[in-house]
Structure formats: structure tokens, C-alpha cells
């Protein structure tokens, strides 16, 4: 229990370090084109973030009780096509939405009992169910667009004020997820699953069970990060989701999280999304080609990964 926590005190150095990275990287990009520190664009940014903030938390869930889920991105390409077919069935729009996260929550189940009833490695196992979500998309789909049909845009274009939705849905996902994890029996067991799996069973924790749970609670935060995009962009696509749960990952090791377990926040978290995020942005405001975004990406997930492995020995 004492090592559980010491690691969890570890976390400050990530909210320390992690603003002023992504303040020099704002003022160099200010400095290049002054458009960068507009109202506009920071607004812009949390909107273009707020897709991967959410799924974020869904990935920050798992790694906290020491598993992964890379079905992420195929799921919520699933789901995204599964709520446009739903609503040019015929469907009301909020029936479809329930399907639609009927889906997703079936989707994390699917992993979780995999996971646990076969003691699989999650890494492997959501590669493979995340092949068999991106498959059902695409046959669904026929590999083509599926639109809204006009329906379900207020969550992805409105705004209150200035303030995009997307942003304060954002907000809300943030402040219930850290609310979970830092107050509540369940976010303590999470963590102490991630800490020491047999420690855990053994003080009495029903270990698979928690872990099931986790992954039924990804799967919905995952369904409703594709309901934020399709709503934005009143469309869907098989792989629209592609490498989000990259991203996802790449801020939550950013951000303080550890593939170890037991460790990570989500003030941490959304500094790792924000990172990206002022990194994305910055390099299409400066006219840098998009290409090297994934570059970029790639460099930081390797880093990342780097860290994690450097924290874990420590």
C-alpha cells in the first residue's frame, strides 16, 4: 500500500513540467504566426481536443488497474457508423444513441471478459477485437460515408457564449473521472489492482470483476466519443477512430501514467491531450505539412514509452 502511494505522489513532476513545455511551445508559435494566441484559435483547439480528451479518460481508466485497450479507435469507428445506420433506418435519433452505446458497452465487455475468463495479455487481445470492430464497420459501411442525416448536431456545433459543447463535455467527463479515481472505493480499488493484482485478490478485492467493469466503462466513454465526433462532423466513417487510441495512450504516459499501474491523474492526462494538441495546431497554423504530424506523433509515443519504462525502474 505505502509503494501505491509513493508512486501516486510521484505524478507532480508531470504537472509541473508539462505547462511550461506547452507555454514555450505557445510562444514559439505566437512568435511565427501571431494568429496562434487568438480567442479563436485556443477555442479551436479545446474543440479540436475534446474528441481525444474523452477517450483519454477511458484509457487513463485502464492503465491506472494495470490494463490497456487498443480497440479504441476501431470501436469508435464502429460506433460512429452504427449511429448514422441507426438514424437512416428510420430511427428517432435518441433511440439510435442508445443502440449506438449499447454497442460500445458490449465492445468493452467483449475485451474484459476475454481479458480476465482467459488470462490474456489485454495488449493482444483488443489488437484483435479492434480488427473484428473496424471489419464490422467497414462491411457495415460499405467503406463510404454515412451521414446524421442533420440529427444530433448540437452536442458538435453548438456553443454557450463562445464556448464550444464539445469542450464542456469535455469539462464534465473530466471532473466525474477524477471525482471516480480520487474519491470513490471503486477508483481506490482500481488503483490498488493496478498496484499489486494478487495483493489486491487477496485482501478481498473480486479483481476480475473490477477489471470487467473498467473495460464496460471504456467502452461507454468510447461510445461517447464517437457520438462528440460524428456530432461535429455530421458524418461517420469506418476509420475515422484510426490512432486515436495511440493518442489516447501517447497522453496518458505524457501526462504521469505508467503501463505498470497504479499510477496517473486526470489533470495529468489532459496536459498530455493538450500537448498534442498545441503541437497539431501549431504545426497547420505555421504551414507546416500535415505529414509530420504523425512524425511528431510517433516521436512522442516512443518517448513516452521510454519514460514510462525509465519510472517504472525507478
Not at 494566441?37 to 477511458?58: D, E, F, K, R, W
Not at 460515408?145 to 440529427?151: D, I
Not at 478485492?205 to 466503462?217: A, D, G, H, L, P
Not at 457520438?227 to 489516447?248: C, H, K, Q, Y
Request: charged share 10%; net charge positive; aromatic share 8%.
Amino acid at each position: 500500500m505505502k509503494s501505491i502511494l509513493t508512486k501516486t505522489s510521484r505524478i507532480d513532476r508531470e504537472l509541473i513540467f508539462l505547462p511550461i513545455v506547452i507555454f514555450l511551445l505557445g510562444t514559439v508559435s505566437s512568435l511565427i504566426n501571431p494568429n496562434f494566441l487568438t480567442v479563436n484559435n485556443m477555442l479551436t483547439i479545446l474543440q479540436q481536443v475534446s474528441v481525444l480528451g474523452i477517450l483519454s479518460m477511458a484509457m487513463l481508466m485502464l492503465l491506472i488497474s494495470g490494463m490497456l485497450d487498443l480497440s479504441y479507435g476501431y470501436l469508435t469507428g464502429l460506433c460512429g457508423v452504427a449511429l448514422c445506420q441507426f438514424i437512416t433506418m428510420g430511427l428517432h435519433p435518441y433511440i439510435s444513441l442508445f443502440l449506438m452505446f449499447l454497442i460500445a458497452l458490449s465492445g468493452g465487455l467483449l475485451n474484459g471478459l476475454i481479458v480476465t475468463r482467459f488470462n490474456c495479455e489485454p495488449l493482444i487481445i483488443t489488437i484483435g477485437t479492434g480488427f473484428i470492430f473496424y471489419g464490422l464497420g467497414q462491411v457495415w459501411s460499405e467503406g463510404t460515408f454515412q451521414s446524421l442525416q442533420g440529427e444530433l448536431a448540437f452536442i458538435g456545433t453548438a456553443r454557450v457564449g463562445s464556448i464550444p459543447v464539445t469542450g464542456i463535455v469535455l469539462v464534465i467527463v473530466l471532473i466525474i473521472i477524477h471525482i471516480v479515481l480520487k474519491y470513490t472505493p471503486y477508483g481506490r480499488k482500481l488503483h490498488l489492482i493496478g498496484g499489486n493484482r494478487e495483493v489486491a485478490f487477496l485482501s478481498g478485492i473480486n479483481t476480475k470483476k473490477y477489471i470487467v467493469i473498467n473495460f464496460v466503462i471504456g467502452g461507454l466513454i468510447c461510445g461517447l466519443s464517437a457520438f462528440v465526433l460524428a456530432s461535429r462532423i455530421g458524418s461517420a466513417l469506418a476509420t475515422n477512430g484510426n490512432g486515436n487510441e495511440l493518442r489516447a495512450l501517447a497522453a496518458c504516459i505524457i501526462g504521469g501514467a505508467t503501463f505498470a499501474g497504479a499510477k496517473g491523474s486526470v489533470i495529468g492526462t489532459l496536459l498530455g491531450v493538450l500537448l498534442l494538441g498545441v503541437i497539431s495546431n501549431a504545426l497547420n497554423i505555421i504551414g507546416i505539412n500535415a505529414f509530420y504530424q504523425n512524425v511528431v506523433l510517433g516521436f512522442l509515443i516512443v518517448l513516452a514509452v521510454v519514460v514510462s519504462n525509465y519510472k517504472k525502474n525507478d
